[in-house]
C-alpha cells in the first residue's frame, strides 16, 4: 500500500489529500502554488534575477504575499542540455541564502529543489521543509534514506534520461502508462525506505517531446490512482511557447490556460513562476467546484 495521505470527503464528492509537514497536516483538497526561486544563474527563464540574498528576499516576500504556499528553492539548474553540479557545490550556492529564507520567513514552508541527498540532508536539517527531487531518486541512490530520517515530504518527479541527455530523441510506447508504471515502481521504493508523505510529478518537458506533454495532459487523471497530491510544473514551458510560437517571455497566458486543465485533471499543486495569476486560476477553480 503506498504511503500517501488519502481522505475522503463526501459532502464534497471530492478526494481530499494531506501531506504531514513538521506535525502539521495541510489539506491538499484545495490546490496550492508553489513559488519558484532560482539561485542559480542559468535558469531557463529567470535565470540570475534572484542569485543573491537581497534578491532572493525580495522575490520570495513578493511570492508569498501573491499567496504562494510553498516556496521550491533551487541551486542548481535543470534545464535541457544542463550539467549535474557537486553536492559541495550546491551546497555553497544554497545554503547562505537557505538560512537567510528561513530566519527571515520563520513560518513559511520552503521546498528544496535538488537532486543530490547531502544537500538535501543539509537543508531539511537547517529548516527546510520538504524535497523536490526531479530524478525521483534515481540518481542519489541515498536520496530515499536521507528524506525518510528527517521524516519530511517528497516531491517524486519522472524523468526520462538525465538533464544533459534528456531531450535527445524521448521516446515512449504509452506515454501515460509508461510514466505511470515508473511512478508506481519508486513510490514503493521510497515507501518502503521510510518516506510516508509523497508528491507525484510526471515531469513536464523532462524527457518529453511537445506531444508527449500535451498526451500527458490530456491523461494526467490517470496518475490519480497512485493515490498521491499531484504536483505539475509548466509554468511557461516550452511545450507553450514552441506551439504559440512565442518564447518563456511570452508564455503566462499559455501557462494559466494549462493551469486551468491541470488542475480540471486532478493537480494539487501547481509550480509556477507567475504566483498570483496561478492563485486566481486556483480561486476561479475552486468557485467553479
Not at 530523441?169 to 506515454?175: E, F, G, N, R, V
Not at 498526451?215 to 490517470?222: A, G, H, I, S
Request: glycine letters at 8%; aromatic letters at 6%.
Amino acid at each position: 500500500m503506498l504511503n500517501c495521505h488519502l481522505k475522503k470527503v463526501i459532502k464534497k464528492k471530492t478526494t481530499a489529500l494531506t501531506i504531514n509537514i513538521k506535525g502539521e497536516l495541510v489539506d491538499l483538497g484545495t490546490p496550492r502554488v508553489m513559488g519558484i526561486l532560482n539561485l542559480t544563474e542559468d535558469s531557463f527563464f529567470d535565470g540570475g534575477k534572484y542569485n543573491n540574498i537581497d534578491l532572493a528576499l525580495k522575490q520570495t516576500e513578493k511570492m508569498l504575499n501573491a499567496g504562494a504556499f510553498f516556496i521550491d528553492v533551487g541551486a542548481a539548474s535543470s534545464k535541457p542540455g544542463s550539467k549535474q553540479i557537486s553536492a559541495k557545490e550546491e551546497i555553497k550556492k544554497l545554503l547562505p541564502s537557505l538560512n537567510k529564507l528561513i530566519k527571515t520567513f520563520p513560518d513559511t514552508h520552503f521546498s528544496i529543489d535538488t537532486y543530490n541527498s547531502e544537500v538535501a540532508g543539509e537543508s531539511l536539517a537547517a529548516g527546510a521543509s520538504m524535497i523536490n527531487d526531479i530524478s525521483g531518486g534515481e540518481i542519489d541512490s541515498e536520496m530515499f534514506k536521507t528524506v525518510a530520517r528527517f521524516q519530511a515530504p517528497y516531491v517524486m518527479m519522472h524523468m526520462q534520461g538525465t538533464p544533459d541527455k534528456m531531450q535527445q530523441k524521448p521516446h515512449y510506447t504509452h506515454i501515460i502508462k509508461e510514466i505511470k508504471s515508473k511512478l508506481i515502481e519508486r513510490v514503493q521504493l521510497a515507501s518502503e525506505a521510510g518516506i510516508k508523505d509523497i508528491i507525484i510529478d510526471p515531469g513536464f518537458g523532462f524527457g518529453k517531446t511537445v506531444a508527449h506533454n500535451f498526451q500527458l495532459l490530456k491523461e494526467l487523471n490517470v496518475l490519480i490512482d497512485l493515490r498521491c497530491p499531484l504536483l505539475i510544473g509548466v509554468s511557461r514551458k516550452s511545450m507553450i511557447y514552441k506551439t504559440l510560437d512565442g518564447s518563456a517571455e511570452t508564455a503566462l497566458n499559455g501557462t494559466t490556460a494549462l493551469h486551468a486543465w491541470g488542475l480540471e485533471r486532478g493537480a494539487s499543486i501547481l509550480r509556477v513562476h507567475d504566483v498570483q495569476e496561478a492563485k486566481e486560476c486556483i480561486d476561479l477553480f475552486s468557485a467553479l467546484q
